[in-house]
């Protein structure tokens, strides 16, 4: 076994939280693996781990040797598939992280024309609502919606969706900024602003103090609110697309809409993995033209 596996055992034990684990994966006995990890580590100078009988935890130079050990993988794996050849098929299991809504209404739909194209792939959607660490989730590309806060990663830009006013066809039909500050509103946890809703024609801006009786931290519960005449949402154009094409919501003073909330791709490694580049030259092109 040489170096690169011994840092591929360290990421995997790292991830899974077990030594045996990410023996299995790899082919690995139990004390070859301890042994290698033991060897990695009087290599290194430092403990990486700190081992229990339940429990296994990283030292601070575990964490710090961590994000070292990831890059090297990945530029180590990104110089394989250059040496064997650009035009070979990306191929393996790709872990992408989203948001609920934004992978049921923006990824999961694409996915049947991406698999035909790239049979060699499989994909892992890690869907939670919850901001995903890249790097603890060992995600090889991350979907984040918003303002970005972590420098650890690499990001691309992608585009921005618009914020729309909704409500049920039945509901409520406010025709100006003003008449929201008296109506039933519903209030998406998930925005920055809560409920003081910045509005922008194009021309203007104004910020209307909303009531938000009802308040849920789901995009796609606050749709279910909407649809059942509660009040009116602001919500990214990509979630209530599907309501409004069904007839379940209407969009209302459509002249009028909230701030563009931001879409970027991110990963952790230095240079994007082939496999993560086919499915984001995939899935790019498509975001802002399936909402």
């Known amino acids: 076994m040489d170096r690169l596996d011994a840092y591929r055992l360290f990421v995997r034990a790292a991830d899974t939280g077990a030594i045996s684990r990410a023996a299995r994966e790899m082919g690995l006995g139990q004390p070859a693996a301890s042994r290698l990890l033991d ?6 100078g430092a403990r990486l781990f700190t081992r229990t009988t339940r429990r296994l935890a990283l030292t601070d130079a575990g964490r710090l040797a961590l994000d070292r050990a990831r890059a090297l993988l990945a530029e180590a794996d990104d110089l394989e598939a250059a040496v064997k050849g650009l035009d070979r098929a990306p191929a393996g299991l790709l872990r992408v992280a989203a948001s609920v809504a934004f992978g049921r ?5 694409h996915v049947g024309a991406f698999l035909d194209a790239h049979p060699q792939m499989r994909l892992d959607f890690v869907l939670k609502d919850e901001r995903v660490d890249p790097v603890a ?3 090889d590309l991350t979907f984040r919606l918003g303002a970005l806060e972590d420098s650890r990663l690499t990001a691309r830009r992608l585009g921005a969706y618009e914020r729309w006013l909704v409500a049920a066809p039945a509901g409520p039909a406010p ?3 003003d008449d929201l500050r008296d109506g039933p509103t519903l209030d998406f946890a998930g925005i920055a602003f809560g409920r003081r809703w910045p509005l922008s024609d194009g021309r203007r801006t104004v910020e209307v103090e909303v009531r938000g009786e009802t308040r849920a931290s789901s995009g796609e519960a606050v749709v279910d609110l909407a649809v059942q005449g509660l009040g009116v949402a602001m919500l990214p154009s990509f979630v209530v697309a599907a309501p409004i094409t069904e007839g379940r919501l ?3 003073m459509s002249e009028w809409s909230g701030p563009p909330l931001e879409i970027h791709a991110l990963w952790a490694a230095r240079e994007l993995p082939r ?14 033209t399936s909402h």
């Open 39 to 44: 060897a990695l580590e009087a290599r290194l």
């Open 175 to 177: 025709l100006k900024p």
């Open 105 to 109: 209404a923006q990824l999961i739909p």
């Open 137 to 139: 989730e060992a995600v």
């Open 250 to 252: 209407v969009r209302v």
């Open 275 to 288: 496999k993560a580049r086919a499915f984001l030259d995939f899935i790019a092109p498509r975001l802002l």
